[in-house]
């Protein structure tokens, strides 16, 4: 079983502040279970911004549900063992397996790759295709909080 909070951006920065020591929100963020006083059938536990999914929706073009979908599944993989930072490309890839299988679009780990902070440090997502009712628009790029 996984504990699943969907929260605003104060409250993510706040335990992204406890638990990682970033004094900022983040989009989603992963306990797993064996942490005191946890269940023992529990897996672990995953917070996700709303406000931080609704951003990342719009600028990539598809609902915040799906978004928040894809976050839920980003946690699950690190509640399962996996380390994008650290294992040559097995989390990014069974990530997008399981994206396909689900009908999802781009997911956490290939995006990172097209991340960059701008001149002023404001990191931004750079979408290369952004369908929106039915079409495909050229690159864009939006402020994405972390």
Not at 17 to 27: E, I, L, P, Q, V
Not at 93 to 115: F, T
Request: proline share 2%; glycine share 10%; aromatic share 2%.
């Amino acid at each position: 079983m996984v504990d699943v909070l969907v929260t605003g951006n104060a409250e993510m920065k706040s335990l992204n502040r406890r638990f990682r020591g970033k004094d900022k929100a983040t989009d989603v963020l992963s306990f797993p279970a064996g942490r005191e006083g946890m269940r023992k059938q529990l897996a672990g536990e995953i917070a996700v911004s709303a406000e931080i999914a609704a951003q990342n929706a719009e600028a990539l073009g598809h609902s915040a549900a799906k978004e928040v979908k894809i976050l839920v599944l980003h946690g699950i993989l690190h509640l399962s063992g996996y380390d994008h930072e650290r294992d040559s490309g097995q989390m990014a890839r069974r990530e997008k397996q399981l994206r396909a299988r689900l009908g999802l679009p781009v997911g956490l780990i290939e995006r990172a790759s097209e991340r960059s902070p701008d001149r002023r440090g404001v990191t931004r997502v750079v979408i290369t295709s952004v369908r929106r009712r039915g079409r495909v628009q050229g690159k864009r790029s939006r402020k994405v909080s972390q």
